[in-house]
């Protein structure tokens, strides 16, 4: 999933402030799953608004609605009807969402409302740690299943790189040595020696080599 | 002999080198650089310069090999992959050997989160390792990365760096093996305060073959004060000073702390030479520079030889 | 009515802090039922009482709670918003009130993000040896609450200097 946090109210006051009719839009999806974007989240950063306002004496009409996913068109497009009525969405999806939706109604500002942060795991509740790249080569059947790029701070392939400290990143004590891991992993299967081999350097050329990327699959298509 | 790595040929000959580790200044100032090789001539085969040590910004590496170079001493040109793509690592390389610099020690490098510029990208494209194999490999086919052919390759003498203290012990040795097998014909190691925990690696190495292809050179480093000794002890990672050090140095008074750690460093070294398949010792005076030369006389490691021009 | 006041009179009137029991506060109260005496009769009694001062919010367990529930309570009408929720360790559902102090700890970091007393919200967990009935504890939050401003959130026609009754005041005696 997609991991975001929810910029702090006052930048978004300030992102939000040239404008009369926001619609707040939340997303089922990934940011509701960390808890940054959902409906409840939504809810939430809309009200929040809606008072700062009255505060102020402010007169902004903000309004609220939840899409499943905002990255995908199908869903995008239900707010087809509504739209016309706004004159900027607030979004609360990752940064995909909220430019699959600035895609789709490109007459109309579509702000985030949330810093995107990482492709990552739910490891426990309320607890989400990055462990991928997108590098678009991937290598985990190497490494015992911990990826050297994303959890290794120095992305080294041939690690370890000599700070860590029981475990743990020089650069971070609450941070884990990726490669502690991948040669605990590795020793359990019986493939240490599998480490010996100097990994060659990576072809980064997968994940920039082209500039964003994209795929096209024609038996997905009408 | 101009042209030709000093450190190189005292190993090749059987010597126990001397290496020294000289930081660039946090400016634009050549004479910075010169006055602190001065204090090391005609007393170390060889001056390391570190290339933007924990990830603070000062005068490059190679600009400063180059100012040394000129200056009539052999340096070791440190990088690290923490700031260059494969691109400007291998024009490096060619640039370094042009200069007549012959000796590199290839390095991962501190984070960029340690030093002055904590927002910067951290490169790594390559790996310290994947390094060594790169030079190793322009050097001995004359071809870089994916196999183009250089119009000259370049002549240097290539090391990297080993922890013996770092985690996972076990694991230490299998990284200096893969090391060696990627090129690294000399091998400078992490400053050494627990000789018996440097003495098992020692042992580890040996029975695996290493000490007969790389030349290891046991990094010490003299400790200031009490103080400096319990910040290296808890803040620096990957670094193991044992209590009894800790206890020598907090045992005499404050003026008398640097006097105790240089002795602590010459003890050191002289056992150093006593390990089978140390063949040198690469001390890091950081900020310290002046007393390298006492040091060194003191281990009994002056004058240091003569090389016969080969 | 005014020609009787001397201007005098106004202006110290006009300058005195009014007392915070003269202005018209509302308390949105969510209560876990498991609350003593704390049913639909008691409920409807305390409202009636305390007339637009109070409004009371069953729930089956204080972890029933969402931030939001509080956020519209202090949106739409209230000035402040409290639970009730059962003593430390003696939840039945077992961690509902522990998640609702988590959850009124959230909602009180955005009311502080906006410029609002993070005095708006609050959680009390009943005590276990002399548990409060539903009444009880109603008053006392209506006395802690009393020390708020009116939010500066919801839209009130002018508390009056003068003895103007307001045209949407439906009604009960002032009892204060």
Redesign the interface.
């Known amino acids: 999933m997609i991991t975001a946090e929810r910029k702090p109210i006052d930048e978004i006051r300030a992102i939000i402030a040239p404008y009369k009719k926001v619609l707040v839009l939340g997303c089922g999806s990934c940011v509701a799953e960390c808890a940054a974007g959902g409906e409840k989240e939504r809810g939430m950063l809309a009200s929040t608004l809606r008072m700062a306002n009255k505060m102020d004496g402010k007169e902004v009409l903000i309004q609220e609605k939840t899409l499943d996913r905002q990255c995908v068109k199908d869903f995008v497009i239900l707010l087809d009807d509504i739209i016309d009525q706004y004159d900027a969405v607030l979004s609360l999806g990752c940064g995909a969402g909220v430019q699959a939706v600035a895609e789709m109604f490109s007459e109309l500002p579509v702000l985030p409302a949330l810093n995107t942060e990482f492709l990552g795991e739910t490891r426990d509740q309320g607890y989400w740690v990055e462990n991928c790249l997108g590098c678009g080569d991937c290598m985990l059947d190497d490494f015992g299943g911990v990826c050297p790029l994303a959890r290794c ?15 743990k990143c ?3 004590p609450e941070v884990p ?1 990726a490669w ?1 891991a991948i ?1 605990d992993r590795l020793d359990r299967f019986g493939a240490l020696d599998r ?2 081999q ?5 072809d ?1 050329s997968r994940k920039q080599g082209g500039g964003p990327r994209k795929i096209m699959r024609e038996d997905q298509q009408r | 002999m101009k042209d030709a790595s000093r450190l190189k040929r005292v190993l090749d000959q059987g010597g126990f080198a001397v290496t020294a580790e000289c930081g660039p200044p946090k400016g634009a100032d050549a004479e910075a650089i010169l006055r602190k090789a001065e204090l090391l001539r005609n007393t170390v085969d060889a001056v390391n310069v570190t290339d933007n040590q924990t990830a603070i910004v000062r005068m490059s590496s190679l600009a400063a090999c180059s100012l040394l170079k000129a200056a009539g001493l052999d340096p070791v040109l440190q990088v690290v992959v ?1 700031d260059r793509n ?1 691109i400007a690592l291998q024009s490096d390389i060619l640039g370094a050997s042009a200069l007549g610099i012959r000796n590199v020690l290839c390095l ?4 960029q ?2 030093g002055n510029q904590p927002q910067a990208v ?1 490169v ?7 390094f060594v ?2 030079v190793k490999t322009m050097r001995d086919k004359g071809t870089i ?1 994916g196999g183009e052919a250089l119009t000259k390759a370049p002549d240097l003498f290539v090391g990297a ?3 013996p ?4 012990f076990s ?2 040795v ?2 200096l ?2 090391k060696v ?2 090129g690294a014909q000399f091998i400078q190691t ?1 400053c050494i305060y627990n000789l018996e925990r440097f003495e098992k690696w020692m042992a580890m190495s040996r029975d695996r073959g290493l000490t007969e292809k790389t030349y290891i050179l046991g990094g010490v480093t003299p400790l200031k004060s009490a103080g400096m000794a319990r910040y290296m002890k808890k803040k620096v ?2 670094m193991d000073v044992p209590d009894e050090v800790l206890r020598r140095m907090e045992g005499v008074p404050a003026k008398q702390q640097a006097h105790e750690g240089i002795k602590i460093c010459v003890e050191t070294i002289q056992r150093l030479k006593e390990i089978p398949g140390v063949r040198g010792v690469h001390i890091m005076a950081i900020e310290w520079e002046d007393k390298v030369a006492e040091i060194v006389e003191r281990a009994g490691l002056l004058p240091r030889p003569v090389i016969s021009k080969q | 009515m005014e020609s009787r006041i001397s201007s005098d009179t106004k202006a110290r009137v006009a300058k005195q802090t009014r007392p915070p029991q003269a202005e018209k506060r509302t308390l949105a109260l969510f209560y876990c039922q498991n609350t003593p005496e704390s049913g639909e009769a008691v409920r409807q009694a305390l409202e009636k009482k305390h007339a637009s001062s109070l409004r009371l919010f069953p729930i089956p367990c204080s972890g029933r709670i969402e931030p939001l529930h509080l956020m519209k309570a202090l949106e739409e009408f209230a000035d402040a918003a409290y639970v009730i929720a059962c003593p430390e360790g003696a939840c039945r559902y077992f961690e509902g009130n522990t998640r609702a102090t988590k959850r009124v700890a959230l909602t009180a970091q955005m009311l502080a993000q906006i410029g609002l007393e993070k005095e708006r919200v609050g959680i009390v967990a009943n005590s276990k040896e002399t548990p409060k009935t539903l009444a009880a504890l109603a008053l006392e939050l209506l006395d802690r609450t009393a020390e708020l401003r009116p939010s500066p959130v919801l839209a009130r026609p002018n508390q009056g200097k003068g003895t103007k009754e307001k045209k949407d005041d439906h009604s009960r005696k002032k009892t204060h």
């Open positions: 701070s120095k992305q080294l392939l041939n690690g370890p790189c000599g700070g860590s400290r029981e475990g020089e650069i971070n040595c502690q040669i480490l010996e100097i990994y060659p350097p990576k980064w | 923490r494969r991962s490098g501190d984070h989160s340690f951290g790594f494209d390559l790996d310290s390792i994947q194999q790169v990365l760096a080993a922890n203290f770092g985690d996972p694991f230490r299998v990284r093996a893969k097998a990627a992490q990672a990957g």
